[in-house]
């Protein structure tokens, strides 16, 4: 299965989204294959009997989310510098959304930009963060807020990666799942509640799904001016969460479930969503282990964090929320007292 992203702009490059069609690459420059030391030790020798190169090098980052930050991409600068990179170079990010964000971060950067590959390894990183060219890091302020769009050369999409999967870390993967088909396809929720993702052939249809649902999002809106903010639905109460939190107790997908949660209860306020409707969104993400709840210690402090989302302009928050099962609306100027009292009811 190959999934095209084609930008009418041209600004970016075209490129393709490689579902199970890994096999031989051949790159004939430096290649630096960015990972981790767990991935490394699943899934790096798979990689290496795909790949020829003019001169192949292995970097690898410590693991977490804490590692996302600038000191990491400064240590892979001077590795790259060292072994003389140029821009004819490319990286190959192996791993999860952190590796993926970073690879792309430091690719963009690099000599003011070289090519780079994602190869992702999480079932959050293949239906989500590997498409659509969003890197980045985290910071003191917040999660993200450093980074720039920059898109792959290719994305290789390989599901066997999966079977090494914690459940935690597929749970994660499956909020962001069922992200895209509360805001955009009533049909996949249906399927997402009638079909265990636990089957290879059922998360084989939902990863195709939910690929050719971003990837139709991103063309029309390479650099989230309008509608690729909706793919935030649930992020913007999830990265508070994230940062109160330190990045350590919740992986992404869990805190996008909280925050999915958070949405819903501040969507039903608004009355765009039913109770029927948020019973069957919170259980399909319960049926897979993913947090729904959330305790605030400080509502004020909790509510101020929102503007160091993205999204902010001039003070206004955004939301994005769920219209029904199947739509959605991205929320401005909301009143602050309306947003409080969601908040009062994760105290």
């Known amino acids: ?53 003019k001169e192949l090098y292995i970097i690898t980052v410590p693991d977490g989310e804490e590692y996302k930050n600038q000191k990491s991409i400064d240590d892979m600068l001077d590795n790259l510098f060292n072994h003389k990179f140029d821009r004819s170079s490319t990286l190959i990010a192996l791993g999860g959304g952190v590796i993926g964000d970073m690879t792309g971060f430091l690719a963009s950067i690099y000599q003011r ?14 239906v989500d963060a590997s498409v659509g060219g969003k890197t980045g890091i985290n910071n003191s302020y917040g999660k993200n807020l450093v980074g720039a769009f920059y898109q792959p050369k290719a994305v290789y999409i390989e599901t066997s990666f999966l079977k090494t999967l914690p459940l935690r870390e597929f749970g994660a993967g499956v909020a962001e799942i069922v992200k895209m088909a509360v805001t955009f396809d009533k049909e996949f929720f249906r399927f997402l509640t009638n079909n265990s993702l636990h089957r290879d052939k059922n998360l084989e249809k939902a990863i195709e799904l939910s690929v ?16 690729r903010a909706v793919l935030n639905y649930g992020h913007t109460f999830a990265h508070v969460i994230e940062h109160e939190t330190n990045f350590k107790t919740y992986l992404h997908g869990e805190a996008v479930g909280i925050g999915i949660v958070m949405a819903n209860t501040l969507s039903q306020k608004l009355g765009l969503l039913n109770q029927s409707e948020a019973t069957q969104i919170k259980e399909l993400l319960e049926s897979y282990d993913i947090p729904t709840t959330y305790k605030i210690k400080d ?18 928050i955004t939301f994005i929320l769920p219209k029904g099962i199947g739509g959605y609306e991205i929320k401005k100027d909301i009143d602050k007292e309306v947003v409080l009292d969601t908040l009062r009811e994760f105290v």
């Open 212 to 227: 050719k649902t971003k990837a139709k999002v991103v063309e029309l809106d390479e650099k989230e001016n309008g509608i």
């Open 299 to 316: 509502i004020d402090s909790f509510y101020n964090d929102f503007f160091l989302d993205k999204k902010t302009r001039s003070d206004s």
């Open 1 to 53: 299965m190959i999934v095209d992203i084609n930008f009418s702009n041209k600004a970016s490059n075209d490129y393709k989204i490689f579902i199970n069609e890994l096999e031989n690459i051949s790159i004939n420059t430096k290649v630096a294959i960015i990972t981790n030391p767990k991935v490394a030790g699943l899934h790096l020798s798979t990689l290496l009997s795909c790949i020829k190169a």
């Open 113 to 126: 930009g070289i090519n780079f590959i994602q190869i992702p390894t999480t079932l959050l990183s293949q």
